[in-house]
C-alpha cells in the first residue's frame, strides 16, 4: 500500500480524533469532569457485585493502578466521541452503492460522522454525565456494520464483530444493547426477507445468527443469570416505580411528544433547566 493511500486511510481516524479534541477542549486540563451522574474518584475500587457493568467496572480499576483518575475519565469521553464518528463514517462507507462517485460519497461519511456526534441526543447525555449510554452509543454502528458484513458474506470469520460489540455494549449500556437489539431484528428481517429464495445463504446465516446469539448469552451468563434470579441490578429494576417513570419520560418540548424525539430532543433532563439547549440558540 502506498503512502497517500495509508494517509487517506488514517484521515477519517484523524479527523474525528480532532473533532473529539475540540468537543471536549479545556476539560483536557487537569482535575475532574463533574456533570451529575459523570461522577469519578480518584481511586476506584474493584466491583464487588456481579451486574452487566462488571467488566467495564473492573478495567476502570485496572486503569485506575496506572493512572489518575480524571486522566481515565478523560479518555473515556474521548474514546466515546471518537468511537462514534468514526463507527458512523465506516458504516456508510461500507454501504456506498455501486452508482455513486467515491469522491460523492466521502463527503457523505464525513457528514454521517459529524452528524452522530454533534446533535441534541449526544449533547444532552454528556451534559448530563451519561458517558456510559455515550459509550454504548459509539458502539451501534460498529455492531449494525458487523451484521451487514456478516449478511453481505456469511462466514465465521464475520460473526466475531457483531458478538463482541454486543458483548461491549452489555458492559457499557444496557439501555443501547436494547436499541442495539431492536436494530439488529429489524436489519436482519428486512435482509433474511429480500433474499428469502437462496435457501443455502437462508440457512447458513441463520446458523451463524443463533450461534452468535448463544456466545453471547454464554459470555453473558455473569450478569444474565443474576439478573434473571434477582440480583442487585434485578432489584434496582423492579425499585421503579410510577413515580420515576413520570420523571424520566420523554418531554415532549415545542414540538410534541413525536417531533421532539425525531430532533433527538425529549430527555427528560431537557427540562430541568440544567443546561442550555441547541435550540435555545435558534429561538
Known sequence: MKLPERLGRLLPAAAYAGLALCILGPLLAPGYVLAVDMV????????????????YHAL?????????GDLVQKILLFTAFLTAGLGAHILLRTLKPAAIPMRVWTLSCYFAGL???LNPFVYARFLSGQYLVLLGYALLPWLVMGLWRLFEQP???RLWQPVLCALLLGAASLHMLGVAL??????????LWQRRSDTVWLKRCLKLLACGAALFLVI???????LATGGEQSATIQG????????????????TILGNPLALYGFWGDA????????DYYT
Do not use: C, K, M
Request: no cysteine; glycine share 4%.
Open 40 to 55: 469519578f474518584s480518584p481511586h476506584t475500587a474493584w466491583p464487588e457485585t456481579l451486574t452487566s457493568g462488571y467488566p
Open 272 to 279: 430541568q433547566n440544567l443546561y442550555l439547549l441547541p435550540a
Open 182 to 191: 431492536v436494530a439488529g431484528v429489524i436489519l436482519a428481517a428486512v435482509l
Open 220 to 226: 453473558s451468563s455473569y450478569w444474565i443469570i443474576p
Open 115 to 117: 452528524w452522530f456526534v
Open 240 to 255: 421503579f416505580s410510577e413515580e420515576d417513570r413520570a420523571a424520566f419520560q420523554t418531554v415532549p418540548g415545542s414540538l
Open 60 to 68: 476502570v480499576h485496572l486503569l485506575n493502578i496506572l493512572l489518575p
Open 155 to 157: 462466514e465465521w470469520r
